[in-house]
């Protein structure tokens, strides 16, 4: 593991605020998803902030293009870049919208715990693609799935429909992450996550134009949360993530990430009255410290074994 410190000049906790920054304005962002909704149809919304966050990554994309010290990958479009952005941004379309359906029947504070879940999830999906897992992702899953159990599995051991849609939801978002982690040495960041933004604003403006009802009257009800899901959840708090996570301690960074499903429960309860039962309550600690054994247990481990 890394030693504390400073990294490339930015120190310890310079970085480790700027993450907890990040984790709650994606944390709140699950309220102002849900208050968006009693304005306009989830595709449009989901369509508008996700148009508004591609172009809030514009002027860093230009800044960034004017360097010349070397340290960013900077390549022209390419196929790679093209057919990366069109699966990265499809990913991210299918996770956004069954997040966004699901948040219509279920509360903030389940979204982001159920969502949060993509960290446990991501290891195990690299199983298939010859990744290798820890006994922390095992004892990470187990735990999770028995806080699920205990978050949404009601005494017929059924799921709300929310929470199984948003659930669904998890797993294209972890995909979404093993399809950047691949084409990221490979492209520029920034401009990958324009083009998968865009994309996804694309696809889900298609959709809301073919079956939802999106009004002018609508889009300025929930103007707020548009601009706060679009502007700072979307551009601003996943350009301060690709620039401090690279030069955070990961065992910090998987610790104050995994605080984003914390803030959303407590968005929910600040804005939108939610509170958690004690059986939820049991859920969600469960499924944090699922999360934050998986992270931090492959952090400890060597990353290669022969």
């Known amino acids: 593991m890394a030693k504390t410190g400073k990294r490339k000049g930015m120190s310890t906790g310079q970085s480790d605020s700027l993450l907890l920054l990040t984790a709650a304005i994606w944390g709140f962002a699950f309220v102002a998803q849900r208050m968006g909704m009693d304005h306009m149809g989830a595709f449009g919304f989901n369509g508008i902030r996700f148009l508004l966050g591609a172009l809030a990554l514009l002027p860093f994309i230009l800044f960034m293009s004017r360097k010349k010290d070397g340290r960013e990958v900077l ?3 390419g196929k790679l870049f093209i057919w990366g952005g069109i699966a990265a941004g499809a990913l991210v379309f299918l996770g956004a919208s069954f997040q ?4 219509i029947y279920t509360t903030a504070g389940n979204a982001g715990f159920i969502t949060g879940l993509y960290m446990v999830i991501v290891p195990v999906m690299g199983l298939a693609i010859g990744q290798r897992t820890s006994k922390g992702t095992v004892l990470g899953v187990i735990l999770a799935v028995i806080g699920l159990y205990f978050l949404s599995v009601t005494e017929n051991l059924t799921m709300s429909w929310g929470d199984a849609l948003v659930l669904i939801g998890a797993f294209f978002w972890a995909a979404q992450i093993i399809v950047i982690g691949k084409l990221s040495p490979l492209v520029d960041t920034l401009r990958l996550a324009f083009a998968e933004f865009l994309i996804c604003a694309l696809l889900s403006l298609g959709v809301a134009f073919a079956f939802e009802s999106t009004t002018w009257e609508g889009i300025s009800g929930a103007a707020i949360p548009l601009i706060y899901g679009g502007l700072a959840s979307v551009g601003i708090a996943y350009t301060i993530q690709v620039f401090v996570q690279k030069r955070a301690h990961p065992s910090h960074a998987s610790i104050i990430m995994g605080l984003e499903a914390v803030f959303a429960v407590l968005g929910g309860w600040l804005f939108l ?3 958690l039962s004690f059986k939820a309550f049991i859920g969600c600690s469960l499924m944090l410290a699922g ?10 481990e060597p990353k290669e074994r022969k």
């Open 75 to 77: 390549m022209p479009p």
């Open 273 to 275: 009255g939610e509170v």
């Open 100 to 103: 966004q359906v699901g948040l």
């Open 291 to 300: 999360m934050l054994v998986s992270q931090l247990w492959i952090v400890k």
